[in-house]
């Protein structure tokens, strides 16, 4: 809902829950109100009448109160936009109108030739803001930096911030300090959104699990990014961010051209930590994620049983068993296409290795079809070997700085998606791709940074970085409108691109090339933050573990720490005894029956994955799901009971692992005893109202 002052000059957006409101002065200054719970008009006027408070000549009266701080004039934050033009560099705007269209109120503002439109829309309780810069103008405007947005906080004492950090294999992982005088500055200058944080952060003062008030936001960008938390000196917190790392230079507009920032994503809630996920999970089930209510199916892959070491026949025996054990989709890895025997070849050259693939890939994709499952690809399309036909051909379509050394990470090079060409060639390649065999699924990976953001013979190289997300992101939605039947997965080496945008494009994500299942407990802690179990991709592997730590853990553990997202199985099954393919068969039937409650329904973290027992509970409807895992037990120490959440206090649930009832009230005061034991013990909890 958006309302609209007397004046014309106050504007308030409510969602069903929470409110936030902005106001014109008279000078044009767009002055920050409120952001929180949901307010009425009159108490949006009231703010605005408040008198300023006093300033001393050294402040600035608009610090801290802007709703997006432009560079220039008589401001000492951090500017959300900064612009440079041959006569000058700043921006002194004047407003020009608003426009109210449904949910989304547009301001519109100028500056000698530069229109600059801020965008609000209400999506739930989720606030999106984003701008559009359009050079109305003759001359060219250079964008040193356009953020989405400046968000503000009221004013608190205390305030402390959480984050998601993490490198490649140890993702997500959540961190919560007090916030200092000063900027906390977060984001990723790799080109990708990166390993190192998920684009979101979170603010709170005395927040826990259960309840509290929670500031987040989340940026919709997949290239390089930023985020900056300024705890400003008069107890004023902003969080300003958007695409690019630095302030050197975004984009050139020429005449008639226009920049649209990524949406920045602001969400309020008081209902904890554990509220605001659940707040967060809902708006990317209803608003992010492509048809978030169709479920999505059990993959099999072979990466970590087989690595490159890959052929016809061995995929096909390898679905064989995987359709014996109720696997759905069946994905052929890296390996299958040019002369990609290793890491050092064929990146680029994406038709089918004749030697492995000597039909194609249809006769596999077909058996597969004919097992029951959907048959999926590997692919990683902005990237190319040096040894392959494309490098060969094009060597100036990668990214480079002439006369420097390109680097090369895995021996790969970043091909130049700004470029008409690789994108067209990409756009052939890959339409040719999912023509040419019937492929319902394509793990899109990006397997290394950009550090050769060069482009010779462009007159503005640095676009490359803008450039390269926009033509991804107009590859994904060209191929998904000409193959809307092809599932997206988004790779990058697990989790290093993970975000609100390719989150609007990908069915499902890789959290993290760790698939060890006590390591995941604390990744997927700290991705269920934001993103929900629909997009979480999961898979048991083999134990001792292969790619990283050697754990040795129990096929139970690992099926129940999976079973917290989309479940997987990347083991190597042709290793796997009849008891253990017996027992996988069982753990997928109950995972193909507990998949509504998981992928759609709310979840309640009721102990977190540090200590020795860890548990998730889902609720859907009447029926919720607990999955608890017990790492380890010391002598004396039985696993506590598990106090559930979501449930009707009222009501009696019936438990469909033992048949026994329970009331709400008591399963919510004084919780249930999972019933482990031991080492690497783990079990799934059914309920269902009565
Ligand atoms: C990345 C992915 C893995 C696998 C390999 C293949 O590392 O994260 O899952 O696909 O690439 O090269």
Not at 168 to 171: D, I, V, Y
Not at 288 to 293: G, K, L, R, T
């Given at each position: 809902m958006l309302e609209i002052g007397a004046d014309g000059r106050i504007w308030l957006l409510s969602g069903p829950g929470s409110s936030y409101a902005l106001r014109l002065t008279d000078g044009d200054e767009l002055l920050h109100l409120h952001w929180g719970p949901r307010i009425a008009l009159a108490d949006a006027e009231a703010l605005a009448a408040l008198p300023a408070p006093r300033y001393w000549p050294f402040e600035s009266q608009l610090d801290g109160h802007e709703e997006y701080p432009v560079e220039g004039g008589p401001r000492f934050v951090r500017p959300a936009l900064s612009v440079r033009t041959e006569k000058r560099r700043g921006t002194e705007w004047a407003f020009e109108a608003y426009e109210a269209d449904g949910e989304e109120l547009r301001l519109r503002f100028t500056d000698s030739g530069l229109l600059i439109n801020l965008h609000y829309r209400m999506r739930g309780d989720v606030v999106e803001r984003w701008v559009t810069l359009a050079n109305d103008g003759a001359a060219p405007v250079e964008l040193l930096r356009a953020d989405a947005a400046t968000w503000t906080l009221p004013e608190r004492e205390g305030w402390r911030l959480s984050q998601l950090h993490g490198r490649?294999?140890?993702?997500s992982r959540l961190v919560r300090s007090g916030l200092t005088y000063g900027e906390k500055v977060i984001g990723s200058r790799r080109g990708h959104t990166g390993h190192q944080h998920l684009p979101w952060v979170a603010l709170d003062t005395d927040a826990t699990e259960e309840r509290g008030e929670v500031y987040g936001c989340a940026l919709a960008w997949s290239g390089s990014w930023r985020i900056a938390v300024a705890q400003l000196p008069d107890a004023q917190v902003q969080i300003t961010g958007g695409a690019g790392y630095d302030d050197s230079g975004l984009l050139r507009l020429a005449a008639g051209e226009t920049y649209t920032t990524p949406v920045f994503a602001g969400l309020w809630s008081d209902g904890g930590f554990g509220g605001a996920s659940r707040a967060w999970h809902a708006y990317q089930r209803a608003y992010?994620?492509?048809?978030?209510?169709r479920d999505r199916p059990v993959l099999y892959n072979s990466w970590e049983a087989t690595g490159f070491g890959i052929s016809e026949d061995q995929q096909r025996e390898l679905a064989r068993r995987a359709a014996a054990t109720g696997v759905e989709l069946f994905v052929v890895d890296d390996g299958w296409f040019g002369a990609r025997t290793s890491d050092r070849a064929g990146l680029g050259d994406w038709t089918p290795n004749p030697d492995r693939f000597p039909g194609g890939l249809k006769p596999l994709a077909d058996d597969v079809h004919a097992l029951g499952m959907q048959f999926g690809i590997w692919v990683e399309p902005e990237m190319v070997n040096a040894d392959s036909d494309l490098y060969r051909a094009h060597p100036d379509w990668v990214q480079y700085q002439p006369g420097r050394r390109r680097t090369e990470f895995r021996n790969q090079l970043v091909l130049n998606l700004a470029r008409d060409d690789v994108q067209e060639y990409l756009w052939e390649q890959l339409d040719g791709l999912l023509s040419s065999a019937p492929i319902d699924y394509v793990k899109w990976d990006f397997n290394r940074c950009f550090t050769d953001a060069g482009w010779p013979g462009d007159a503005y190289p640095q676009r490359l970085w803008v450039d390269h997300v926009r033509a991804l992101y107009g590859l994904l939605d060209r191929l998904r409108a000409a193959h809307p039947s092809v599932a997206f997965e988004s790779c990058s080496g697990g989790g290093g691109r993970v975000d609100l945008g390719i989150m609007s494009r990908t069915d499902q994500v890789w959290t993290s090339d760790n698939t060890d299942p006590l390591d995941r407990l604390a990744i997927q802690h700290g991705f269920s933050q934001i993103h929900p179990a629909r997009v979480m991709a999961a898979w048991v592997t083999d134990s001792p573990n292969?790619?990283?730590?050697?754990r040795v853990s129990s096929l139970r553990f690992r099926f129940v720490s999976a079973m917290a997202g989309v479940l997987g199985v990347g083991g190597d099954l042709a290793e796997w005894t009849e008891e253990e393919l017996a027992e996988a068969r069982d753990w997928v039937d109950l995972y193909k029956e507990i998949r509504p409650v998981v992928q759609r329904g709310d979840l309640y973290r009721l102990r977190g994955p540090e200590g020795g027992l860890s548990a998730v509970q889902y609720v859907l409807g009447d029926e919720a799901v607990v999955l608890a895992l017990l790492q380890a037990q010391h002598h004396g120490e039985p696993a506590p009971p598990l106090r559930l959440r979501g449930l009707d206090p009222s009501a009696t649930y019936e438990c469909r692992e033992t048949g026994g009832i329970h009331r709400g009230a008591v399963l919510l005061h004084h919780g249930l005893r999972p019933g482990l034991h031991g080492d690497f013990d783990a079990t799934v909890i059914r309920l269902r109202r009565i």
């Open positions: 490649w294999a140890a993702e992010v994620i492509p048809d978030a209510d292969t790619q990283l730590n050697g």
